[in-house]
């Protein structure tokens, strides 16, 4: 029953995702290739949808897509916290399935609207929403296929930039100090970077993850990408990927901001810290 309420919440995060992104890429006038022009096309024909693409700037109503994925996801993550807190499972997965759904279906259409990228639309939609399937999610190999599309996936690309600027700050830093390395996961296709005085003054205590990028802090010790603090980071790589760059924003609220700065406890984490099953030993969802 857990799996059928997850797969439910996925077509239904599937259905939201295309409505608001299809629906605005539509309106927008963007050129969409391969199956979205399909999705396009009858989003169009909606009556409502085609007297708004009169009123409505092509740069507006990508906002305003954009505005309602993110609070849908505020919602489903909301949801998963509260049914993470409440004990239940049925509502955790479902609000999963809705993000994991509508994450997916976003990608899709997106990169539907980049010439070089439509190709493999239609590829990476079935690749992402095999996260849904829980077996599927757990498997190495799989991961090793979700951590590299990481790489290309339009929603990651809310944070990746700030990934990449980080690591050319921190990385020469990190290699000139004592302790400090530059390791890459064949796992997950991350970038590890630890010690080193940017990092340092970062004020972690420990580590954190930026799309493809994970940040060990000086002083602590990085592990095998099978277990510790390396491991939990690279989670939040495969959360990323699966999730959406919304989910990791709203995560680190959670996990750092007042009033919530729930640490450990953040549901985020708790799905991250599931990749090999616990590595830190603080509290886990079994995902990855």
Do not use: C, K
């Not at 984490?269 to 099953?277: D, I, N, V």
């Amino acid at each position: 029953m857990p799996v059928v309420m997850l797969l439910i919440g996925g077509l239904l995060g599937t259905m939201i995702g295309a409505l608001l992104a299809g629906g605005m890429v539509a309106l927008a006038a963007l050129p969409v290739y391969g199956p979205a022009q399909n999705i396009a096309a009858a989003l169009l024909t909606l009556g409502p949808l085609g007297v708004f693409s009169h009123v409505t700037h092509p740069i507006g109503m990508l906002f305003a897509a954009g505005l309602g994925l993110l609070v849908a996801t505020m919602f489903m993550y909301l949801g998963s916290a509260i049914s993470v807190l409440s004990g239940s499972v049925l509502g955790e997965f479902f609000s999963r399935g809705v993000i994991i759904g509508a994450a997916s279906s976003t990608n899709f259409l997106v990169m539907s609207a980049i010439p070089w990228l439509a190709f493999a639309a239609p590829v990476i939609l079935i690749v992402t929403l095999l996260a849904l399937i829980p077996p599927i999610a757990g498997n190495r190999l799989y991961q090793r296929v979700l951590g590299a599309l990481g790489w290309v996936l339009p929603l990651n690309y809310l944070m990746l930039p700030l990934g990449i600027l980080l690591f050319i700050v921190a990385a020469p830093f990190a290699i000139a100090s004592p302790g400090g390395s530059v390791r890459w996961d064949w796992l997950t296709w991350t970038i590890e970077t630890a010690g080193g005085a940017v990092l340092g003054a970062t004020g972690f205590a420990g580590g954190f993850n930026v799309g493809n990028f994970t940040f060990i802090s000086p002083g602590v010790a990085t592990s095998a990408f099978t277990t510790g603090i390396s491991a939990h980071e690279t989670g939040h790589t495969l959360s990323g990927a699966a999730f959406g760059g919304f989910f990791y924003w709203i995560g680190a609220v959670d996990e750092n901001v007042l009033p919530l700065r729930r640490g450990t406890a953040a549901y985020s984490e708790m799905l991250a810290e599931s990749h090999f099953s616990g590595p830190t030993g603080t509290p886990f969802i079994a995902m990855w």
